[in-house]
């Protein structure tokens, strides 16, 4: 489910540690959430679980340790979830996880690509996305309304029978094709759930921004209306290489690349960890006083030390998936002083040792 596509902040290359390389997305400028916490893994094959279906083929087959789900604090990688996404759906026949109950059969999300893509504006894109979506589920049914200058996309107030995890899916769906369609993040004024908060909302909070909310009287997401005039840049011939990579290439691409923790999370990455410039460096850089962008940092939710603990947590997930990274190697590649202060610090983020994490990945026990 998860898709970073906006937040609620105003919008309007390689890295090579030691012998081990880690992704830095050269063309972002840097607002990396390279991991996915498991309680959307979790969620994901919950209806399936239920169903009786071979859960831990289907997670081995995606890369993830069954066991890792055992794990509160564990994490997957995005290229794992995606492939998770994958399994489910062709396991399934459906696009939508068993969320709803009639299924998104497989090649849904094509044909509403298809149905989208010869819009004119994201307006006109997002309206036909709704109405395909009308037609292909039952529970989950979305209305665009616009009033006062904004655009209100509503999911309707909270069923029992539907749950929270079922409404994300629809907005990772909705917007990660609309931000393709016009090739930009789309800046949400409001995304509200009308479902009680989960243990890991902060988590919802770390993929779509500090606008989110639960517990409301109905699920909204909410944006400026003259979004709704932006032109539609993609064309048909786009679609094949969109479709090829769906739904890994959307999922973290569409992020506000314009908040305080994107560009320090920038600067981070522009150095090995080892050599990660200072609060006070970076502030300079930034052009804030250090006061000023603590300030900032945590009116956006985040810390200086947050940031680079996440970062540093993404790259030794990374790292660890390759079987030639010796785990000693990692820990002075990714800045610490000794390899006992990287597994302490590595059981506090993910609650296993760097051994047994990386064991659980290539036994698949988790």
Not at 75 to 85: D, F, I, K, N, Q
Not at 237 to 257: H, K, S, T
């Amino acid at each position: 489910m998860p898709l970073p596509c906006g937040d609620d902040r105003n919008d309007l290359g390689d890295g090579r540690i030691c012998h081990m390389e880690i992704e830095a997305e050269p063309d972002d400028p840097g607002d990396s959430r390279g991991s996915i916490a498991v309680q959307f893994v979790a969620d994901a094959v919950d209806v399936a679980r239920r169903r009786g279906l071979d859960v831990p083929a289907m997670l081995l087959a995606a890369g993830i340790p069954p066991g890792r789900l055992e794990s509160p604090r564990a994490r997957v990688s995005v290229g794992e979830y995606a492939r998770l996404w994958a399994v489910l759906a062709d396991t399934m026949d459906d696009e939508f996880f068993g969320l709803d109950r009639h299924p998104m059969r497989r090649g849904s999300f094509r044909l509403m690509s298809q149905a989208a893509v010869d819009a004119q504006t994201l307006g006109q894109g997002l309206r036909r996305v709704i109405r395909f979506l009308r037609l292909v589920l039952d529970d989950v049914q979305g209305e665009l309304k616009t009033a006062g200058g904004t655009a209100t996309l509503t999911l309707g107030p909270r069923d029992a029978a539907v749950p929270l995890f079922a409404h994300g899916t629809y907005v990772t769906l909705v917007l990660g094709l609309v931000c393709w369609l016009v090739d930009r993040r789309i800046p949400l004024a409001a995304l509200d759930f009308a479902h009680v908060a989960p243990a890991h909302a902060d988590e919802y909070r770390l993929l779509y921004g500090e606008c989110v909310r639960f517990a409301a009287d109905e699920t909204r997401l909410v944006i400026d209306e003259a979004l709704l005039d932006l032109p539609v840049v993609r064309r048909p011939a786009d679609l094949a290489d969109f479709l090829a990579g769906a739904p890994a290439n959307f999922l973290v691409r569409y992020r506000n690349p314009h908040s305080f923790a994107a560009r320090v999370r920038h600067e981070l990455r522009r150095a090995e960890p080892a050599d990660w410039p200072s609060f006070e460096r970076i502030a300079g850089r930034l052009g804030q006083a250090p006061t000023t962008l603590r300030r900032r940092l945590a009116e956006e939710g985040h810390s200086f030390q947050g940031l680079k603990d996440a970062l540093r947590r993404d790259q030794a997930i990374e790292l660890l998936a390759r079987e030639d990274n010796h785990i000693h190697d990692i820990a002075y590649a990714l800045g610490f002083a000794e390899p006992s202060a990287f597994h302490r610090a590595f059981r506090k983020w993910t609650g296993a040792s760097p051994g047994a994490y990386r064991a659980s990945g290539l036994d698949g026990r988790g």
